[in-house]
């Protein structure tokens, strides 16, 4: 190896108060032969005599496992040492000293290693398995430290054999021509940041590119016959949806062909049976943030919606979106709450903090969600109404009912202040709330009997208490038999919850199971989701 090509990595990890320590090392003599990459992490608080000490041990164990067991107890003097610009580095300092360095170097066995602090690194990517031409692509599970995604470059490569390739574009997504048809893609990454330039990360497409199929007939475009058109006040139309994000597609829906199953094939069927329900609300969860983001917002902004979207958590790149008809209504505000943010920093969350507090694994799991809930304040343009929408989709796990409710508590708590303070200011205004999502919770569920009877007596870990929410609230679509439907798992968990101020006027029925069993399950080449959505018109 030249010995020029050496060098060493050193990454601090802040929010794990870490650090990695990454280094080449080739060294071979009469008694024992080193060819290996070394990967060690320490703590950021740990001395450098003890960093220098878990290099070494590393290193003997290796050395070890190739002398063999009868020189096992050997014990090779290494010369581990740091300098900065040729003067060692006090071993008495903590790792984390050494991010300030300048000019550090790293020496072992006389080999010397210039270090460079917090390099970009590419920890791992792939592409969509199905990829269509005519359509956008871009690497998707990108893991990544201290990349600066401006600086870094982005190559794209087609080929017909993976032996020769032909550059085809230079950004991070790629407009997938038709001519790219037949060819697997590549994409090349050097990652970039301010200070370093990090190694090239390169992936290749697992199929071929291919057209993307034909839309066919859907069951849904039945359900859209019971649409006449647009509502005309005093009513207004409401859609939930949760949409599938393709974060949870990776295995779990073996019976849906895979190019039906792709996130470019499905957002086309969601946007052709969400607008064929002419809405004027629609709540949106499990909304991939690139499919907003370069597809739905665009889409809908030609038929004169607006939308607010957040990602779970404000992190997780699938979240919640809210689409109005700006024909309606007037947009004057909105929100976006983290539970296990809000709970900590709200005086109006007091009470679920004191509940979570009682039991130290609700507290555990509550406190691990990253779940959200959304709203947007709506003003009727021809009428003194103004509605409060929210969107939320709570924690999915089956054994989890108590933390559920507590969300839900959580939500009716937080959303008691919005409307409280709108129904004070707005005197001469209808002022109702609507609470959509995916409740993950069932009509026996105490979730679904909390909202509807305003009350419920909870009792867990010991600890017992009644609950209650000032809003009165009906299921406006009922409580179908389905509104998830999958070959594992069918059930009732999605509503449009409405205060009883308002009326239901109608709500379009829901498909038969004979219709929803015909492919074992949802998703499939006519149902882009697991869910169905809930399509109800209202009115105050």
């Not at 005093?234 to 039906?260: A, E, I, M, W």
């Not at 015909?518 to 018109?537: M, N, Q, R, T, W």
Request: with cysteine; net charge neutral; glycine share 4%.
């Amino acid at each position: 190896m030249d010995s020029g090509e050496l060098k060493a990595n050193l990454r601090f990890l802040p929010w794990q108060n870490q650090c990695t320590f990454m280094f080449p090392i080739y060294y071979k003599n009469n008694v024992f032969e080193l060819d290996d990459q070394i990967n060690i992490s320490v703590l950021s608080y740990e001395t450098i005599n003890e960093f220098m000490g878990y290099i070494s041990d590393k290193i003997n164990k290796l050395i070890h496992t190739n002398m063999g067991k009868e020189n096992g107890n050997h014990v090779v003097d290494l010369k581990v040492l740091f300098k900065n610009r040729s003067k060692l580095v006090s071993t008495c300092n903590t790792v984390k000293h050494l991010e300030s360095l300048k000019h550090l170097t790293f020496s072992i066995l006389g080999i010397d290693f210039p270090v460079l602090i917090n390099a970009p690194l590419i920890q791992g990517m792939k592409l969509p398995e199905i990829i269509f031409h005519g359509h956008s692509v871009s690497a998707i599970n990108f893991k990544f430290t201290f990349v600066d995604n401006d600086l870094s470059s982005f190559t794209w490569y087609k080929s017909k054999d993976k032996i020769e390739w032909e550059q085809v574009g230079r950004q991070f997504n790629y407009l997938v021509k038709k001519t790219d048809a037949d060819h697997y893609l590549k994409l090349e990454c050097l990652p970039i940041n301010s200070q370093h330039t990090g190694e090239v990360f390169s992936v290749i497409s697992q199929n071929v590119v291919c057209a993307i199929p034909q839309l066919p007939v859907c069951p849904f475009e039945d359900r859209q016959k019971h649409i006449t058109g647009y509502t005309q006040n005093p009513n207004f139309r409401v859609v939930c949806y949760n949409t599938l994000s393709c974060r949870y597609t990776g295995t779990q829906f073996t019976y849906c062909d895979k190019q039906h199953l792709s996130v470019d094939y499905r957002k086309q069927l969601i946007m052709k049976e969400l607008t064929g329900y002419k809405a004027d609300i629609i709540c949106l969860q499990e909304v991939d943030n690139k499919v907003f983001s370069f597809y739905f917002r665009d889409e809908f902004k030609k038929l004169n919606y607006a939308a607010i979207y957040n990602k779970k958590g404000n992190v997780i790149p699938e979240g919640l979106a809210t689409i109005f008809n700006t024909k309606r209504f007037s947009f004057f505000g909105q929100g976006h709450i983290v539970f296990n943010m809000e709970v900590k920093k709200n005086p109006c969350l007091r009470n679920v903090l004191r509940i979570i507090k009682k039991d130290q694994d609700l507290e555990e799991t509550f406190m691990k969600q990253a779940t959200s809930l959304q709203f947007c304040k709506l003003k009727n343009q021809c009428l003194n109404e103004i509605t409060i929408v929210a969107n939320t989709h709570l924690y999915y796990h089956p054994d989890a009912s108590n933390v559920r409710l507590i969300q839900t508590v959580l939500c009716l708590d937080y959303l008691k202040n919005i409307c409280s303070k709108e129904i004070k200011h707005n005197p001469n205004y209808n002022v109702g709330l609507i609470f959509c999502g995916d409740f993950n919770s069932t009509p026996d569920s105490e979730v679904y009997k909390f909202l509807v009877n305003g009350t419920i007596q909870y009792e867990n870990a010991g600890y017992a208490t009644t609950l209650f929410h000032p809003f009165s609230f009906k299921s406006a679509c009922g409580t179908p038999q389905y509104t998830n439907y999958t070959k594992e798992f069918k059930a009732c968990l999605d509503y449009i919850f409405v205060e009883t101020k308002m009326s239901v006027v109608d709500y379009v029925p829901f498909p038969s199971e004979d219709i929803l069993k015909k492919d074992e399950g949802l998703p499939s080449a006519v149902f882009p989701s697991d869910h169905l959505p809930l399509i109800a018109d209202v009115k105050y």
